[in-house]
């Protein structure tokens, strides 16, 4: 049983660089999400996808580009990586009959 | 607006008590508790919604007060697999179940 699988587990960039962080669910669920985890500052959204095809800005969706073009997949862009976006990442699924949302490891990036 | 957690930290001893408050100050459809071990994904563990109902799981439980839009979590007996971090995410109502706003989390050890 995969559930959520997140790629890399770590990462560091160099401010300016861009990068893709991979999400993939093998759960068929319709609902996808993607949150960035500070310490004390506990998750926030940064984006979220009902479906293929739609997305939806989160809490803290500046700098960051998502698109869903199949259900398993949920792919999150930094577009131009700045030390601010230093952060552990998680994916996290849910289907929508039950309210349980399912977490990835994980992707811990640095931003020099 | 995020909830606020408390206590911050909890120390306690194998077979202690512990008890877990979730507040926000809006009025509340439902909560949602998770608990992460240090450098894994979050796990569901149970959701409570508006009614004031009350869940359980084993020695976990949990109640919802809605007339004081706060949720508490309860760890009876606690064993050593309860540490971790306790998470609660908050919805204020059915259609923000999608974006829930996370508690910056309560930090619990448990000690032989």
């Known amino acids: 049983n995969a559930g959520v699988t997140q790629t890399p587990k770590f990462q560091v960039l160099k401010t300016g660089q861009s990068m893709t962080l991979q999400c993939a669910q093998d759960m068929n669920h319709e609902y996808m999400s993607w949150y960035r985890q500070d310490p004390g500052m506990g998750l926030r959204l940064i984006h979220y996808?009902?479906?293929?095809?739609?997305?939806d800005q989160g809490e803290v969706p500046n700098g960051y580009n998502v698109s869903r073009s199949t259900t398993e997949d949920f792919p999150l862009r930094l577009l131009s990586a700045a030390p601010s976006q230093t952060s552990v990442y998680f994916c996290a699924s849910r289907g929508l009959a039950k309210n349980i949302q399912y977490f990835g490891a994980g992707t811990r990036l640095s931003v020099l | 607006q995020q909830p606020v957690q408390s206590p911050q930290a909890v120390i306690l001893r194998e077979g202690e008590d512990a008890v877990i408050n979730c507040s926000s100050s809006?009025?509340?459809?439902?909560v949602h508790w998770y608990r992460q071990k240090h450098g894994e994904a979050p796990v569901f563990l149970m959701i409570l919604l508006k009614g004031g109902e009350q869940k359980g799981h084993e020695k976990i439980s949990a109640s919802f007060n809605e007339k004081k839009q706060q949720s508490s979590l309860y760890l009876t007996a606690s064993q050593l697999s309860y540490s971790g971090t306790y998470f609660c995410?908050?919805?204020?109502?059915?259609?923000?179940?999608?974006?829930?706003?996370w508690g910056a989390g309560t930090k619990l050890i448990i000690k032989p």
């Open positions: 995410g908050t919805a204020s109502d059915m259609d923000s179940n999608y974006q829930l706003i």
């Open positions: 996808s009902v479906g293929a095809g739609i997305t």
């Open positions: 809006k009025a509340l459809y439902s």
